[in-house]
């Protein structure tokens, strides 16, 4: 799913011949990007924890002046689930406020030609309309369940578009729904709820469990997309969008936890039944993005969740280790 697919005529940036920074690299959606950029006439550069520590603004100013990226891909985050958001508040807010503000600005410093930002669409407010228009920004209370993870993203847009309007950078932000692929987090206590059920599926199989549990009702719906989507996503909007507003990225597909639950299982092999354990936090009811600012910029590329919940387990059925991280 990795190979380049976007082939679109006339960009308005081009990333041949530049230098460009998959800031991030070691996570799910750095990772993806930097496999998506590969076939890109273009040389990618990675920075580890030991070369810059990104919430450090010394440490990474000292990286970008030594590499001097042209653009900037900026994955780099502290993320996690439901449950982890709810845990880690001064972390989630925090260290995203401080890699945002600091590659941003060096990024500035630097005169770095284009910055893509990602997000997540958990910085709409809760009480949104759904599909969720872009426009539904700062418009109500968010959600409370992802608040400290969601204000720091609202702070890194608005950055984008301060750069933008002060200093004439061509940075622009991209907000990716509920992303699951190859390098997610399975750790149960602190993962999305789509790597969690794959891992409790299989493991449920495995040990040969009559069920498996499932946090809260069931019934919230949420839209899901591969990483490797997002991934070709972001170089499409880097060579052929460059404004003020942030855009949505999603498959413009939803499903309720039940019905993923239920699909997970078939892809798993995992007959048994689910309990639904109503002590677990439901979060937001719903949380379906309007992507059709992507689609009219010209790319509709979302593969359906079916396949990319069996591309995702046969990944894991060859390196099984993965769910134990
Ligand atoms: P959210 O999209 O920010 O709410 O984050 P999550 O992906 O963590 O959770 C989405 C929904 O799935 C919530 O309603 C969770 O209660 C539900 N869910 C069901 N089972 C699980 C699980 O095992 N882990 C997680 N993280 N969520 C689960």
Request: charged share 20%; proline share 5%.
């Amino acid at each position: 799913m990795s190979t380049a697919r976007t082939d679109m005529s006339d960009p308005v940036f081009q990333l041949d011949g530049k230098s460009v920074w998959g800031a991030g690299h070691r996570g799910m959606v750095g990772s993806a990007l930097v496999r998506r950029l590969q076939p890109e006439k273009c040389t990618v550069l990675t920075a580890d924890r030991d070369d810059a520590d990104l919430t450090r603004q010394e440490e990474v100013e000292g990286w970008m002046n030594a590499s001097r990226p042209q653009v900037v891909f900026l994955a780099a985050a502290k993320v996690g689930g439901i449950q982890a958001n709810a845990s880690y508040p001064a972390q989630f807010l925090y260290e995203n406020l401080m890699i945002e503000a600091n590659i941003i600005h060096a990024a500035f410093q630097t005169g770095v030609e284009k910055l893509v930002f990602l997000g997540s669409t958990c910085i709409y407010p809760k009480r949104a309309p759904q599909p969720i228009p872009e426009e539904a920004l700062l418009t109500g209370p968010l959600e409370p369940t992802n608040e400290w993870y969601a204000i720091a993203k609202i702070a890194g847009i608005k950055l984008c578009q301060a750069y933008r309007k002060q200093h004439g950078c061509d940075f622009i932000a991209a907000q990716p729904t509920n992303l699951y692929g190859p390098g997610d987090n399975h750790d149960l206590e602190t993962s999305h709820v789509l790597p969690a059920l794959l891992r409790k599926a299989h493991e449920a199989k495995v040990s040969g469990a009559k069920a498996m549990t499932v946090w809260g009702s069931g019934s919230p719906l949420r839209e899901f997309l591969h990483v490797d989507d997002l991934a070709d996503a972001a170089v499409f909007l880097a060579k052929h969008y460059s404004g003020d507003g942030h855009i949505n990225v999603g498959s413009g597909e939803e499903v309720s936890i039940r019905e993923l639950a239920e699909t997970i299982c078939k892809v798993v092999g995992f007959d048994g039944a689910l309990q639904f354990d109503a002590s677990k936090p439901d979060g937001t009811p719903r949380k379906l993005a309007d992507v059709s600012k992507l689609r009219e910029l010209g790319w509709n590329e979302a593969g359906d969740l079916m396949s990319g919940l069996r591309s995702t387990y046969d990944g894991l059925l060859a390196d099984p280790g993965q769910m134990a991280k």
